[in-house]
């Protein structure tokens, strides 16, 4: 069974800190996939990025980056000079190797607030 | 504009009185999948469809039908909600080639409260 850790409820920073929401995530398979989703106030989920167990080169997005560790099982997300639009849920999924399926297992989300 | 549309966005019902939710998606998709999201709990699948003709089970499918007649439309149906599926509901589409895990692309969700 998948299974998608985010530990992290809630967090509140002010304007320009930088923060990183964490991911740990279980899988029996050695192929798999981790997403992170931004879910704003309005309720649509915006994809952010999409990565393969085989590539464990961080990425880096403008103001986000992401820090793939197999060794750790932990995929995380920085956002760095955070703003007040960056004010959301925002959740880690898997995707293992049934390609039928293809079900995303979602954490259970990590609310940001961003304070002005 | 390529995007994934729901209707209703939102809708008050009562138990037992049968409803659908309609998703559509203009991206010539061959995967759909429903999902419910509840506090705590994230986003679980409750059904999803390879193809036209083809669907199968999720994590959480008691008590929803879906249907897929046509490629680009994927409703769920509640033949007699209850009150434990107030909720909010995302459709999701993706490419669907084997082997791959394509992004999904979620509709806007549709929150749903069964009194």
């Known amino acids: 069974a998948q299974k998608v850790t985010q530990a992290q409820t809630e967090i509140s920073v002010v304007e320009k800190e930088d923060v990183t929401l964490d991911c740990v995530y279980e899988?029996?398979?050695?192929?798999?996939?981790l997403f992170w989703y931004k879910q704003p106030p309005s309720g649509e989920l915006v994809f952010l990025i999409r990565r393969n167990s085989f590539d464990e080169q961080n990425e880096i997005s403008g103001r986000y980056s992401w820090n793939f560790q197999k060794s750790t099982s932990s995929f995380n997300f920085t956002i760095t000079a955070s703003q007040v639009v960056d004010s959301a849920v925002y959740f880690c999924a898997l995707s293992g190797t049934d390609t039928g399926r293809r079900a995303l297992t979602f954490g259970s989300g990590t609310r940001l607030q961003v304070q002005p | 504009e390529a995007q994934v549309t729901q209707n209703p966005r939102y809708l008050i019902t009562v138990t037992g009185k049968k409803l659908t939710v309609t998703c559509s998606q203009n991206m010539n998709h061959e995967y759909m999948s429903w999902y419910r999201q509840d506090p705590g709990l994230g986003l679980r699948q409750i059904y999803y469809?390879?193809?036209?003709?083809?669907?199968d089970k999720g994590d959480v499918p008691e008590g929803y039908k879906v249907s897929r007649k046509e490629k680009r439309n994927f409703p769920l149906i509640l033949e007699s909600p209850s009150p434990n599926q107030t909720s909010l509901y995302f459709c999701?589409?993706?490419?669907?080639?084997?082997?791959?895990?394509?992004?999904?692309?979620f509709g806007p969700g549709t929150r749903l409260t069964v009194l």
């Open positions: 469809s390879m193809n036209v003709e083809v669907t």
């Open positions: 999701a589409s993706s490419l669907g080639a084997s082997g791959r895990a394509d992004e999904q692309f």
């Open positions: 899988t029996r398979d050695t192929t798999y996939y």
